[in-house]
């Protein structure tokens, strides 16, 4: 199976500051996804990167970017992070599923 | 946009009862579906996967795929409190995405 890792698995920043997750996988697969959840929202696709330096908008791109220089690498930005971004944000990489990292639970003060 | 619809939201059955999910998408070119369970506090994993039109099972757990109606379910018989956790169902969409259902919270009550 796939391993998708992230870090940090938890972060507490206060608004305006800038924060960088990190994602990794170990199949070199070229496709991979960042997603919030949030209760009651399920999981929401921000940002799909078909390799490197090839990315794409998901659903609720605002407010994010995205960063994928090696094809085991994909980060995700907040510039300016907002309070409405306290949320857990998953990464993910597929095969025969969506294969999905611990998580990084954000919470922006 | 493509959406996957769950019902219940929330469900409570006894140990040793039957759950029963319910899953629908509103893309009528989807003709297949996942199930994942996401226990509280961990990253959703693959549960069951149907490609095709009918009933597949694993173990304790069954799913139904009625492509005509865009439907699948999940059910779960002989629960025990360690089912207990958020169940999504997810839909192929275009462009290599996956569209996730807000999911049926399930409590099994010992």
């Known amino acids: 199976d796939m391993k998708v890792t992230q870090m940090p698995r938890y972060l507490i920043k206060r608004m305006g500051e800038n924060v960088l997750l990190e994602c990794g996988q170990d199949m070199s697969h070229e496709t991979m996804y960042w997603y919030r959840q949030d209760p009651g929202l399920g999981l929401q696709l921000i940002y799909i990167?078909?390799?490197?330096?090839?990315?794409s908008e998901g659903d609720i791109p605002k407010g994010y970017r995205v960063s994928r220089k090696k094809r085991e690498h994909f980060s995700l930005i907040l510039d300016s992070a907002k309070t409405n971004q306290t949320s857990v944000y998953f990464c993910?990489?597929?095969?025969?599923?969506?294969?999905f990292g611990p998580g990084t639970r954000l919470t922006v003060l | 946009q493509q959406k996957v619809q769950q019902s219940p939201e929330s469900l409570i059955v006894p140990e040793g009862g039957m759950a029963s999910l319910n899953c629908t998408s509103s893309?009528?070119?989807?003709?297949y579906f996942w199930w994942y369970r996401q226990h509280s506090g961990k990253s959703p994993k693959m549960l069951m996967?149907?490609?095709?039109?009918g009933e597949k099972e694993e173990g304790r757990f069954t799913v139904h795929l009625n492509k005509a109606s865009l439907h699948t379910s999940l059910h779960i018989r002989d629960s025990q409190p360690s089912d207990s956790a958020l169940y999504l169902c997810a839909a192929p969409s275009n462009t290599d995405k996956v569209v996730f259902g807000t999911g049926t919270r399930l409590q099994v009550s010992p």
């Open positions: 893309d009528r070119n989807v003709d």
């Open positions: 990167s078909y390799d490197v330096d090839s990315n």
């Open positions: 996967s149907i490609f095709s039109n």
């Open positions: 993910a990489a597929p095969g025969d599923e969506q294969y």
